[in-house]
């Protein structure tokens, strides 16, 4: 076989461009293809599944997809490599909301509105727009080298997900854990849809709290006609229906049976007793409004109060707001306080309804006040809580179900601790309001009859009401939120997806024909049988999800909910939980404050095989991930190493060189290579077995270029010189880059399959497809193995002294090593060419030197002395060292005074102090080693 070529210069982007198309137009990601095995012919243990999380279709590539997707692709190929089917399921998500504002801003600048467009025409505008502009994220996740099955790529509104949407839709509805209801809800008045509990992020802002008199009628309080009540929203105060206090409140117990009047309107309000009621806060008088706040609404239910809604969709006044009619809740505000300031007797129609001594009208005074006010995720607005009828998920059934899958160990979460925090979440977690008020996404497959008043609730499009027959009836014009379909993504995406497919792999049940009643919500298992299908029997639960921590909530829990109630087993054995990528100084990348990296560019600039290992090596376990550019850079320089090293061997190849079958005759130092190559292997597998992926990457990264490049590559130049060794060399040199590039593989999926599709001597499969490496190929002695530390660790010695003291790189120096125990001494001895390669030296002499050289013990035993006369001007290296001493001392000083300072030591963040601390043990060990040094010279 001719020799191949290898470039020069390593290009990535060229590599990235042959590679991927070709894997993917040869199907290599298919796992038909790979074990040649049918869907039928597979067993569940032959097969590894992941579901990728599907991005939104308006998305691209960021750096948390980027980290996300690096992880899911090291799993998926490391699996393939083992063997196993390995399914990863692609796609994207309808992402309502914001779907639909990307269509509404284009239709915008058009001139164009949906609502004039109708509802038909705009979803045809936004398939269009799918098909336009949608799903650019899927060409940047070619670019990253995933390699998913693109064949199985999904849209969660795919006719297939769409018709298991309504069946899980109208299946919990008969059986009662779907329910239509009037209910406080959160209300988003920018968007203008209801959004679930968890769609809302409360932050602390700055506000005011207004000390509002509402006029007594009937009776008094401190001696004056007025309550006292503080508030943070006086908008509201139309829509008041009773002041409350709480009923030990000496203060106010003689108030009962009174009533107060709502400023403004003639309206009397009752004032009630409520335990809610916090003594403490303001006055220990608080107003209800109880259509405008969740605790409002549940004191109201308990005192059977009105319910009225003074604001419209928008959150502008409605009718029921009197003269603020109109006007946006924060200008309605500002207007009332202005109002209330200015009100007076006349005001009344010239009556004392405050009695004397009330300055400043109906308002006493006004204090800044913070407080945690709720917006909405993804437009920011304000929330409004409101009274709306919309539908739920009754959640504890389901909650229960997902808590039981954690439980039993069903499914396991990395790293553990996550799970208390998902236990805590399910624990407090409340009915799911899944209506949205869009027109983007699952319309609800509800429709109600104008005659009877039913809900018709149907899997298929509904033309009679199922009551009364009635042909008058009119589809709920809501959609599910976005969630409710990605909830169903690890089984509607291993379903068929052909509808008719669909109803044969899952057999409908009605609920009433066995015997459930709808409204119990207690369908048992038998009563609504799982789906069943080959690839579901082999594929689900899915093995790995891999997600970040921020949607734990949001998809993880309720995948879990879902998956435990439709299929009666969990999605997924292990979630793999991530940290976010921070930048350099540990804030959260955003917009606004102009720190986000975009890995596109990054991939350009690095190439994509030096960014994955950069993703993956700044990924400690669970804690936070630091984008640090230094170490990207680094990863480039090493991809340029393997590169190198690729030519390197090559071109020590011969002509038509085959790599034997067996192993010819081996040195110690080729057997010790092989037995670091199993270490190393044993280290990869650990880690990925454990999801450790730092500490894989770091685990190949150091065999490469510590022990192969720096340590073997140079010791088999001498090797190759050799006819008595070359045999060995060449065979070792092959053996051992072959396998670490396929440990390496997953990892750096281009550079490491072009580097093995020139070296002879492969499998003639590519290596995305071939085998991984066995651990404990080679066991050498332990004895030579040992002495072969010795030597390498005597090379690193004479390395750091020569590096320390700045000794001209092309020096050839003498060396004198001294060696207690007699067979090393031996081996060293025979061996000693490695060792004046590993070292560039002159010569290695075995005696004690008669002059005095530069001496450094490594332990008890085991010494070097350096000839270094000539080679460096000592008193001006000693000069030198004493100044390094000083400057290391002040580094060392300044690290420890911050440590001392109790403001460093209690307030920074631990990182921060540990940081710190680690500072200091690298001043410690430079200032001992630099000092060791100077006295080897004096
Ligand atoms: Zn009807």
Redesign the pocket.
Known sequence: MAKKELGSVYNPQGLQEKWYPLWEKEGYFDYHKNTGKADADLKPEDCYSIVIPPPNVTGSLHLGHALNHTLQDILIRHQRMLGKAALWVPGTDHAGIATQNVVERLLAKEGLRREDMGREKFEERVWQWKAESGGMITHQQRQLGESVNWDMERFTMDEGLSHIVRRVFVQLYNEGLIYRGERMINWCPKDQTALSNIEVEYKEIGGHLYYVRYPLEGAEHDGKKYLLVATTRPETILGDEALAVHPEDERYKHLKGAKAKVPFLNKLIPIVFDDSVDKEFGTGVVKITPAHDFNDFATGTRHNLPLTNVMTDSAHMNDLAGPYKGLSREACRKKIVEDLGAWTHQSAGGQDVLGAGAEGGLIEKIEPHRHSVGHSYRSGAVVEPRLSLQWFVKIRPLADKAVNAVTSGATQFYPKRWENLFFDWMNKIEDWCISRQLWWGHQVPAWY??????V?VSVSDATE??????K??KRDKDVLDTWFSSALWPFSTLMPQEIAEIENVWPSRSPSASGTSPASGGGREGDYPAPRSPLLDNFYPTSTLVTGFDIIFFWVSRMLMMGMHFMHKTPFEKVIIHSLVRDANRQKMSKSKGNVVNPLEKMDEYGTDAFRFFLISIMPDGKDIIYDEARLKGYQAFCNKIWNTARFILMNTPEAYELPKAAPKLSAIDEYVLRELDVAIAKCDAALEGFYFADYALAIYDFLWKTFCDQYIEMSKVALKDDSMRDGALYTLYTVFRAALRLLHPAMPFITEELASVLPGGDAKLLTVSAWPKAGAHAPTAAADNHTAIMLELAGKIRQVRAELSVEPGAKIAVHVMLEDASAADFVRSHSAFLVSLARLGEVKFDKPATKMIHAVLRKGVEVYLDLAGSIDIEREKGRLEKEIISIEKGRQAAQAKLDSPQFADRAPAELVEAEKQKLADYNTRLDRVRDMLSSLS
């Open positions: 009859c104008s005659d009877c008043e039913g018709t009401c199922s009551h009364c027959k009635s008058n009836i």
